[in-house]
């Protein structure tokens, strides 16, 4: 075994596995820039006030930030989300309103490393600051289902819950801590003691002793102000336009503490439930001011990549297509590979050749195994006539055919109809 390894928890992704991901990557910016969202890179660490604002009470800030000091005293953090840096670059940089805002970008929690669940982990995201409409919502949530459906996956579930605002949670707080104060023997060890700190952390609980008791709990659904209850039916009423099926599930909560009213989750009942999550959001009206800016209400979700690329698996869609070139161009003489490669290219075809000075019989063994359609061959016979021979690879019946050098990006580009 080698010394260094990648850290527990991490993962190299290699070709052609990471050919699956710069195409998922590809499809979700269309997605989303189809729709004018752009794109936002941020740092990949922030003070680490910035996420201690978003989650003290949540396992993602308390027990998994990767947080250090840096050379000069500054207490910096590795972003463990996505969220918390759009919203501090817009309240930095204020850009117009509406901001619509995509990102590919690592996250870290130090988390116990299983399958599909790492230590640094990738996600594509949005966020929107500056409307409260719940058709925005719907669009958002659309975006994420839009992003499944482009890669195949038939099996997703959407889970729906709306968490209030400021006006009806409290009351809802007040309900659900009475309920749990009154079956807390019966709570995991953890939450027995946690209900003061943050009751809607129990919902979230998978530990069957919780789950037995949030079963019966009370619903914030049930508890909705007229406001809350308006937006969430709208939510309802425009998924079913657009016809995406979706399940209500009161005690999704979220692993974060700023989602206010409508809260989501991507499910692929094709994995592990422990990691079958793969998307997730919702809005957070004020996370905007927490963060230092103006009322300013907002909304954005998560998807894992790699969860995403695991439910495919499950699936059996979205393979990794293999990289081919168009061309291979088998050189005898050392003298045309160099130039002709490079015209090739330069002129939008995909060429490949061999280094080394290889045999022939060696360099069709490379072409054949590089996909192309053809080879290009250079000789010294053809080299001294200033020609090279077109030879087909893939048993198409066509015939090898003697083009002029200075003709072959012509002919090579319209017999493999590049355009
Ligand atoms: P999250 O649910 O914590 O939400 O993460 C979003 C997605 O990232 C999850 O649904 C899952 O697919 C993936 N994910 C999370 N942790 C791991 C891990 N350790 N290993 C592999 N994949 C993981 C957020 O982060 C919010 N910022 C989402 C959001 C955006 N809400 C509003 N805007």
Redesign the pocket.
């Known amino acids: 075994m080698p010394e260094f390894q990648a850290p527990v928890g991490t993962r190299d992704v290699l070709p052609p596995e990471s050919a699956r991901w710069e195409r998922l990557i590809g499809l979700f910016a269309g997605r989303v820039g189809r729709a004018g969202y752009g794109l936002v890179v941020s740092p990949m660490f922030e003070d680490v006030g910035v996420f201690e604002r978003v989650g003290e009470a949540t396992d993602?800030v308390r027990k998994e930030m990767y947080d250090f000091e840096d050379k000069g005293g500054r207490h910096l953090a590795l972003r463990p989300?996505?969220?918390a840096s759009v919203v501090r670059a817009w309240v930095q940089h204020r850009p117009t309103l509406p901001f619509k805002a995509w990102y590919a970008a690592p996250?870290f929690?130090y988390?116990r490393p299983q399958a599909?669940?790492?230590?640094q982990?990738h996600?594509l995201?949005v966020?929107v600051l500056g409307s409260a409409d719940p058709d925005l919502d719907v669009e958002v949530i659309a975006l994420g289902w839009g992003l499944y459906d482009d890669v195949g996956l038939s099996r997703v579930r959407l889970l729906l819950n709306s968490l209030g605002d400021a006006t009806c949670r409290p009351g809802y707080l007040d309900a659900l801590k009475t309920y749990l104060l009154e079956h807390r023997d019966k709570l995991c060890d953890e939450h027995k003691t946690r209900i003061d700190d943050n009751p809607l952390r129990v919902l979230d609980c998978k530990r069957p002793a919780c789950v037995g008791v949030t079963e019966r709990a009370p619903r914030m659904v049930d508890h909705l102000c007229d406001e809350c209850a308006a937006h969430f039916d709208r939510v309802k009423s425009g998924l079913g336009e657009l016809g995406i099926a979706y399940d209500i599930e009161p005690r999704l909560v979220?692993?974060?503490d700023y989602y206010t009213r409508t809260t989501f989750?991507?499910q692929a009942p094709a994995l592990e439930s422990a990691?079958n999550?793969?998307?997730?959001?919702?809005r957070?009206d004020g996370l905007a001011e927490q963060l230092g800016g103006p009322p300013t209400p907002g909304?954005?979700?998560?998807?894992?990549i790699?969860?995403v690329l695991l439910a495919c698996d499950a699936e059996g869609v979205f393979a990794a297509p293999t990289a081919t070139a168009d061309v291979f161009v088998v050189d005898v003489t050392g003298e045309a590979a160099l130039k002709l490669v490079q015209e090739l290219r330069n002129a939008g075809v995909a060429a490949d050749r061999a280094f080394g000075g290889r045999s022939m019989k060696a360099q069709f063994k490379l072409a054949d195994r590089s996909g192309a359609q053809v080879a290009v061959v250079v000789g010294p016979d053809e080299l001294d006539r200033g020609i090279a021979k077109v030879r087909p690879l893939r048993g198409t019946g066509e015939e090898e055919e003697e083009v002029k050098l200075e003709e072959l990006v012509d002919h090579v580009k319209k017999r493999l109809g590049t355009p």
């Open positions: 993602v989300e996505g969220t996250s929690r988390e599909g669940r790492y230590r982990h996600q995201g966020e979220r692993g974060l989750e991507f990691q999550g793969i998307g997730g959001g919702g957070y909304i954005g979700f998560g998807i894992g790699e969860r």
